[in-house]
């Protein structure tokens, strides 16, 4: 069983940044991820990290402006979130063993955290 803890949401105007940081209980071996879902919008995957922090993946939209790290010994897992645009506004949910079949899945779910850019 895994628990996980997002924290770090907030409101911040375009341009800005974001570190959001989710605390892992209980097996930390998985690969670990970050999803988001806007209001009326399907849940959208945007970044994942293997399980040694040796490869990181991310959406398109996100390349270049967001990073996925973690900390083994911290059992913490981070998305450090650059140069924001409204369009990141979202709940962002920290997930544990992400998967892809015919779209992303994850066995574990945080409860969330709401991260709103103004323009």
């Known amino acids: 069983q895994v628990q996980l803890v997002e924290s770090g949401g907030g409101l911040v105007q375009a341009g800005g940044s974001l570190r959001l940081s989710c605390a892992v209980s209980?097996?930390?071996?998985?690969?670990m991820g970050w999803f988001r879902q806007a209001p009326g919008k399907e849940r959208e995957y945007v970044a994942t990290?293997?399980?040694?922090?040796?490869?990181?993946y991310y959406t398109a939209s996100v390349k270049g402006r967001f990073t996925i790290s973690r900390d083994n010994a911290k059992n913490m897992v981070y998305l450090q979130m650059n140069d924001l645009k409204p369009e990141d506004t979202a709940v962002y949910y920290c997930?544990?063993?992400?998967?892809?079949?015919?779209?992303?899945?994850?066995?574990?779910w945080g409860q969330g955290t709401q991260v709103t850019v103004s323009s």
């Open positions: 209980g097996r930390s071996t998985y690969a």
């Open positions: 990290i293997t399980n040694s922090g040796g490869n990181t």
């Open positions: 997930v544990a063993d992400p998967t892809y079949g015919t779209t992303w899945d994850a066995t574990y």
